[in-house]
């Protein structure tokens, strides 16, 4: 073979090399790309429900749900906003108004509150004022045995409480 013919293969093993190293960088792209348009579609669920909640509509609900189909119906036309989706919902569902839209803070406030509620009631003393004051009346009296049978009384009206 000639040093021609040499240098000829020589050149089109390196092409062949060269656009390998293309395909395998374009094949390596495509794969990251397919993998965020799924990453993509499968947040847009929740892109559509924060829009519907800041909307003023509850997605969990039957409202929500059909908000959710004629968005979908929309297609590349639907809003990306929560505003397009109230002008949606005039339009399409007239006669369904929003409720009013907490925010973040307001939500844990309230849950927050709601707790403290519950805390509160678990801590109130729910017997009668006067076995309090008969079980003070019995120790000062120097009757322990009535004293502590009050008492006994008075954790079993408790337990009785907390079951039910």
């Known amino acids: 073979m000639t040093t021609e013919g040499l240098l000829e293969e020589e050149s089109s093993e390196e092409e062949v090399e060269e656009q390998s190293d293309k395909d395998r960088n374009f094949a390596a792209l495509r794969k990251k790309m397919e993998a965020q348009d799924k ?91 006067d076995v309090d004051t008969e079980i003070a009346e019995a120790e000062a009296a120097g009757d322990y045995g009535k004293s502590g049978a009050l008492k006994l009384q008075k954790m079993a009206a408790r337990a009785e409480q907390s079951q039910s």
């Open 39 to 129: 990453e993509l579609a499968g947040l847009r669920p929740l892109k559509v429900d924060k829009m519907i909640r800041e909307a003023g509509f509850d997605p969990e609900s039957d409202q929500g749900t059909a908000i959710q189909y004629a968005l979908q119906a929309k297609g590349a036309d639907a809003p990306e906003t929560s505003d397009g989706v109230k002008e949606l919902v005039s339009t399409e569902f007239p006669g369904w108004t929003p409720k009013t839209v907490l925010s973040d803070e307001e939500i844990e406030r309230e849950q927050a509150q709601g707790r403290l509620e519950g805390v509160r009631k678990e801590s109130e003393s729910d017997t009668p004022p």
